[in-house]
């Protein structure tokens, strides 16, 4: 088992940036790849950014040039860095993990971008 713990959300202004972080625990060996997903109102849970233990790393085409994704693998932890945030990018945020082909979730983070 698997728990993901989620930290950095709130509220900022158009233009500005937010930090969220991940870290897990429970049961790791290695996991093979955390990443964020984000869900807004109305809408369905999707793809921010992942990367693998290797640092192979995949972006939404909405978020490239503007978010960073990193981990520190010692740590079980996974970052986001967001910059230059539009209104567009207010939603839950949900870090994500997967292990021996099972997917874990967190509680999710709301982040809020005012204009």
């Known amino acids: 088992q698997v728990q993901l713990v989620e930290s950095g959300g709130g509220l900022v202004q158009a233009g500005g940036s937010l930090r969220l972080s991940c870290a897990a625990s429970g049961s790791i060996l290695s996991i093979n790849v955390m990443g964020w997903f984000r869900q807004a109102p109305g809408k369905q849970r999707a793809l921010v950014a992942v990367i693998t233990s290797f640092g192979r790393i995949n972006y939404a085409d909405s978020v490239k040039g503007r978010f960073t994704i990193s981990r520190d693998n010692a740590k079980n932890t996974v970052f986001l860095q967001m910059n230059s945030l539009k209104p567009e990018d207010t939603a839950v945020y949900y870090c994500?993990?997967?292990?021996?082909?099972?997917?874990?979730w967190g509680q999710g983070t709301q982040v809020t971008v005012s204009s």
């Open positions: 994500y993990a997967q292990l021996d082909l099972s997917d874990y």
